[in-house]
């Protein structure tokens, strides 16, 4: 199984959130450009971390189907443009329930701000 770390710092939020996502799942929403990070195709069980938050340390796991081979890690309200952004706040209510096995969203950091994230992407056998 291979494993990729990826240390991120100053990801600005305004919007609550952020989103780990593949390309292909952001890409329906008219997004703008942003940086994009490669992993390589797979299904993988992410286990992220904010060292420091409003809410101090927060630590977590989620799944994560890569498809494209490039992965985003924002903001929403940074990549989505604003006709795509309405229609992401009302299908996912909010960014609540995102119901795709290609994105997540951390939400717990207690408020807007700059934060680093660090995500450690296990590859998952496919059954």
């Not at 780990?20 to 490669?38: A, C, L, R």
């Not at 195709?41 to 490039?70: A, D, F, H, M, Q």
């Not at 209510?93 to 290609?102: E, M």
Request: net charge negative; glycine share 8%.
């Amino acid at each position: 199984m291979k494993t990729i770390k990826l240390n991120l710092n100053d990801i600005n939020v305004d919007a609550g959130m952020i989103i780990v996502s593949d390309v292909d799942y952001i890409k329906k929403y008219n997004p703008f450009n942003t940086t994009v990070y490669d992993v390589p195709v797979g299904n993988y069980k992410v286990k992220w971390c904010i060292p420091s938050s409003w809410n101090g340390r927060l630590s977590g796991t989620s799944e994560l189907k890569v498809t494209s081979g490039k992965i985003v890690v924002v903001d929403p309200c940074y990549v989505i443009d604003d006709v795509g952004w309405s229609h992401w706040l009302t299908v996912t209510d909010y960014g609540r329930d995102i119901k795709s096995q290609s994105a997540f969203i951390i939400d717990s950091m207690g408020g807007d701000g700059v934060y680093n994230v660090e995500l450690k992407l296990i590859e998952q056998q496919t059954k």
